[in-house]
């Protein structure tokens, strides 16, 4: 019979959940990686508005994965035809 500590055990059951989603918040090494800069970058991108900032749960701050995806989307794409399209879309008056 194998012996685990009672410290792995609840590890592995702290870690395993029966539910598959993603966190919500996410720390900031973690923001970085999500949205695919470095930290560094990603300091500068919070810092230009272009990241969101975090929410602060007593010391710790958290960004909301939510706020993230939003700000990722509004990031402008290089030579993106559909983002041209709705750019031009938006200077035009409607034709009916």
Request: aromatic fraction near 6%; hydrophobic fraction near 35%.
């Amino acid at each position: 019979m194998c012996c685990f500590s009672t410290d792995v055990l609840e590890a592995a059951s702290m870690k395993s959940d029966a539910l598959s989603y993603p966190p919500r918040g996410l720390s900031r090494e973690e923001a970085a990686r999500y949205v695919g800069v470095g930290s560094t970058l990603f300091d500068d991108m919070v810092a230009d508005g272009r990241m969101p900032r975090p929410k602060h749960v007593n010391s710790r701050a958290i960004w909301d994965r939510v706020a993230l995806d939003i700000a990722f989307s509004a990031l402008p794409d290089k030579d993106n035809g559909l983002q041209q399209l709705l750019e031009r879309s938006k200077r035009e008056p409607t034709r009916r």
